[in-house]
């Protein structure tokens, strides 16, 4: 089998394939193996799965410890891919990969798990208006330069968005003396972690401004500030309310966006909410043989939830490549009120686990709230929270009993409700 991408899911991926019995290769488009974690020097991974806390290059030195026997390909891309082999062209998936080591090969796989992750919007994704100086990047570009490279790329920041990424970088560029105006939200709420809200903007001091966003960028050769406005409840902004902010860099922070091409290319059904593919419970896609893992299939919080799924689909990969596959029904995960998304969007029948859900809600809840999962009217599991905010993933797992009561025309319906 083969795992494309060597970030949390991917690595966690082929140590459980391996570990399983699986023959098991990495394809790994960058020098190093590790992903986004080789840039995340802050801590705080590995608290679910560890007790403790890491850097991100501790937590995937740990993973690449385990990998005896996983033959990696570093600096290596997938360039196309198809289902079916010259020898069994109605199984199995051929998958034609480069790089300076390796020139051009083909390798024939039983099974391939899918963990390439996510990439940042840019300006040409939202779509702001204006000059084009130097000076505007994504979080994520800032902090490769500043961690991987040693460069600072700027020495007073505005910081669209209150993603995660672009609030951790308001706190780096702090410790390195820079200076940080303000981190400007669309959304009436914020939409990263309230741990890093704490932790990143309150304890230095740096504004965060919900319901504003930047309509226009000014600057030659050199970005020299932005035009900030506030938005209505439709979100548009009113020019009456614009603010001229001085400053020299520019960082986006609005949203990842699942690395699909593959998965396009292998024709798996995508959900039109995540833009990552459908998978079950086994994080197989609507592909036999295809498995998916990690931010590729939706954007998590936590590297640990990231493992988590790849460990999970590494297994079922591995699985199936030993086993075979199997004759299944499945029952449909459907969103219902108050909930954005829920993954897996399909349950396997039946049901050989206690398989979890992961829910995002709509609008923040800041008040006692619970979830209620049901099946053809009855109440499958009910889950009370002291609170539901889009920006941290909810979790709920089936218990047996829940599991065995499904049939294969009942709909799970899972919905978040205040009370």
């Known amino acids: 089998m083969v795992v494309v991408g060597s970030?949390?899911?991917?690595?966690?991926?082929?140590?459980?394939?391996?570990?399983?019995?699986?023959?098991?290769?990495?394809?790994?488009?960058s020098r190093e193996m590790g992903g986004v974690l080789?840039?995340?020097?802050?801590?705080?991974?590995?608290?679910?799965?560890?007790?403790?806390?890491?850097?991100?290059?501790?937590?995937?030195?740990?993973?690449?410890?385990?990998?005896?026997?996983?033959?990696?390909?570093?600096?290596a891309m997938v360039v196309q891919a198809r289902r079916g082999t010259d020898d069994h062209p109605d199984e199995g998936f051929t998958l034609w990969v480069s790089g300076p080591a390796v020139g051009l090969v083909r390798i024939r796989a039983r099974a391939v798990v899918l963990a390439m992750g996510c990439r940042e919007r840019t300006r040409g994704a939202i779509a702001i208006p204006g000059t084009r100086p130097a000076g505007v990047m994504t979080a994520g570009t800032a902090q490769r330069l500043v961690n991987i490279d040693g460069y600072l790329p700027g020495k007073r920041f505005a910081i669209l968005g209150s993603g995660d990424i672009g609030m951790?970088?308001?706190?780096?560029?702090?410790?390195?003396?820079?200076?940080?105006?303000?981190?400007?939200?669309?959304?009436?709420?914020?939409?990263?972690?309230?741990?890093?809200?704490?932790?990143?903007?309150?304890?230095?001091d740096v504004p965060l401004y919900l319901g504003h966003t930047v309509t226009e960028i000014h600057g030659d050769r050199r970005l020299t500030g932005v035009t900030v406005c506030q938005v209505d409840e439709a979100l548009c902004p009113r020019p009456e309310t614009g603010v001229l902010v001085p400053a020299d860099t520019l960082l986006l922070s609005v949203g990842l966006i699942p690395e699909n091409e593959l998965t396009?290319?292998?024709?798996?059904?995508?959900?039109?909410?995540?833009?990552?593919?459908?998978?079950d419970d086994g994080m197989q896609t609507t592909v036999p043989g295809l498995f998916a893992a990690g931010n590729v299939v939706q954007v998590h919080d936590l590297a640990d939830d990231v493992?988590?799924?790849?460990?999970?689909?590494?297994?079922?990969?591995?699985?199936?490549?030993?086993?075979?596959?199997?004759?299944?029904?499945?029952?449909?995960?459907?969103?219902?009120?108050?909930?954005?998304?829920?993954?897996?969007?399909?349950?396997?029948?039946?049901?050989?686990?206690?398989?979890?859900?992961?829910?995002?809600?709509?609008?923040?809840?800041?008040?006692?709230?619970?979830?209620t999962v049901s099946a053809n009217g009855e109440t499958l599991i009910r889950k009370r929270l002291d609170y539901a905010r889009p920006g941290e993933m909810i979790g709920v797992r089936l218990s047996p009993r829940a599991a065995r009561a499904l049939r294969p025309e009942d709909d799970v319906l899972v919905e978040v409700s205040e009370g």
Not at 18 to 29: C, H, L
Not at 327 to 334: A, D, G, N, T
């Open 264 to 279: 396009r290319m292998l024709g798996a059904e995508l959900d039109p909410v995540t833009g990552g593919p459908l998978v």
């Open 307 to 371: 493992t988590m799924a790849g460990e999970l689909a590494g297994r079922e990969a591995a699985r199936y490549v030993l086993e075979g596959p199997e004759p299944r029904s499945w029952s449909r995960v459907v969103a219902g009120r108050g909930v954005r998304s829920v993954v897996p969007q399909r349950l396997r029948l039946p049901v050989r686990s206690r398989p979890e859900l992961a829910i995002r809600v709509r609008r923040p809840i800041e008040a006692t709230c619970r979830v």
């Open 168 to 204: 951790i970088m308001a706190r780096r560029l702090t410790w390195e003396g820079a200076e940080v105006v303000g981190v400007y939200e669309l959304m009436p709420y914020l939409s990263g972690l309230r741990r890093n809200y704490v932790q990143c903007l309150q304890d230095y």
């Open 7 to 29: 970030g949390p899911a991917g690595l966690a991926a082929a140590s459980a394939a391996q570990a399983s019995g699986a023959s098991t290769t990495i394809v790994e488009r």
């Open 38 to 75: 080789l840039q995340c020097i802050h801590p705080g991974f590995g608290l679910k799965l560890y007790g403790e806390e890491l850097t991100g290059p501790e937590y995937a030195y740990r993973w690449l410890d385990q990998l005896d026997g996983v033959r990696c390909l570093t600096e």
